[in-house]
């Protein structure tokens, strides 16, 4: 998401890094190595796209995309999925969690 907001919020708290995984078979050579792997470690195995997770410095996994049941939250949709999403990352970072709620909120209107 590019939204001013959210993108600040994303920049200060935590590094983006994407992962290529689940190409089609013509452009299964866009895929990075290991990637089915690094998702299987993550608990993304039985996920769709978009998966996200949060690792800390030594590359341990905080918290995944998957709520409570499980089900891949993805791009937060809903208010009880942007809610979750929220809570997963206020868990993890110092920076005010409120901006990116406020955000995401617009879409699930």
Not at 30 to 44: C, H, S, T
Request: glycine share 8%; net charge negative.
């Amino acid at each position: 998401m590019n939204a001013a907001p959210v993108k600040s919020f994303f920049n200060n708290s935590f590094v983006t890094i994407h992962i290529t995984v689940q190409e089609t078979q013509k452009n299964k050579g866009l895929e990075n190595p290991g990637d089915k792997e690094l998702k299987d470690y993550l608990g993304g195995s039985s996920a769709g796209l978009p998966f996200w997770a949060t690792l800390d410095a030594t590359g341990t996994m905080l918290t995944n995309g998957n709520d409570e049941n499980g089900e891949n939250l993805g791009c937060p949709a809903t208010p009880a999925e942007v809610a979750a999403f929220v809570n997963k990352l206020r868990a993890h970072t110092t920076e005010d969690s409120k901006t990116i709620n406020n955000v995401l909120a617009v879409f699930t209107k």
